[in-house]
């Protein structure tokens, strides 16, 4: 079975600074989906960005970006450029390809202060 | 796009009785919708999948006759907590796939039950 660790269960950073948040995971897949959802205190899961591991590129979006290393089986979400309405839960999921199930690791909770 | 909304976002039941959930995905058709419960401050746990017009696959554990689950129309699938106790006093949470190949999921508000 998949396993999903995040090692920090709780980070803080100042406004404006960037911040990583550490993932690793455990499988025998070769092909599988990583992603960060993002849970603000409203609890509303928002899908922050996804990874395929076939692609070798690091995935983007804006302030967000992950630092992908499969050997290693690492994938960690890095925040720059930090605001107030980053703070929140975030959960590292796993999905292997063919299945529809997400596994999700127990969650680091981010603050940002002003 | 991709908007999921749950229905009630709280709800409080008295011991023994049952309370259905509704999750509802507005702007797309999802084949597949999940259900999770969350309890507090710890991650989601799957409950089951369920897909359009056919039975639900309940994660090991997981009581089928308790927490009926209804996926009746492309856009709606129906949670019900039968016999409620105050243990099943949880946070659940539905997803939706809208695109299968695309292997997300878009998750709704999340629904907030006590049981009393």
């Known amino acids: 079975a998949q396993t999903v660790t995040q090692s920090q269960p709780e980070m803080s950073v100042q406004e404006a600074e960037t911040v990583t948040l550490s993932c690793t995971y455990d499988t025998s897949e070769s092909n599988y989906y990583l992603f960060w959802y993002k849970q603000p205190p409203s609890r509303q899961m928002i899908l922050v960005i996804r990874q395929e591991a076939y692609k070798q590129q690091n995935a983007t979006e804006n302030r967000f970006s992950v630092n992908f290393q499969k050997a290693a089986k690492s994938f960690s979400l890095k925040i720059s450029d930090s605001q107030l309405g980053d703070t929140a839960m975030y959960f590292c999921a796993f999905m292997r390809g063919g299945s529809e199930k997400l596994v999700f690791g127990k969650g680091t909770k981010l603050t940002v202060n002003p | 796009g991709a908007v999921v909304s749950q229905h009630p976002s709280w709800v409080i039941c008295k011991s023994g009785t049952s309370v259905k959930i509704e999750c509802r995905s507005l702007d797309f058709q999802a084949t597949t919708m999940f259900w999770y419960r969350q309890f507090p401050k710890q991650s989601l746990m799957l409950m089951a999948t369920?897909?359009?017009?056919?039975?639900?696959?309940?994660e090991q554990g997981v009581e089928k006759d308790k927490f009926l689950i209804n996926h009746a129309s492309l856009t709606l699938s129906t949670l019900t907590v039968t016999s409620a106790h105050p243990e099943d006093s949880s946070f659940y949470i539905c997803?939706?796939?809208?695109?299968?190949?695309?292997?997300?999921?878009?998750f709704g508000p999340g629904t907030r039950l006590t049981v009393t």
């Open positions: 997803s939706a796939r809208p695109d299968p190949g695309r292997n997300e999921q878009y």
């Open positions: 369920s897909n359009e017009g056919s039975k639900a696959t309940y």
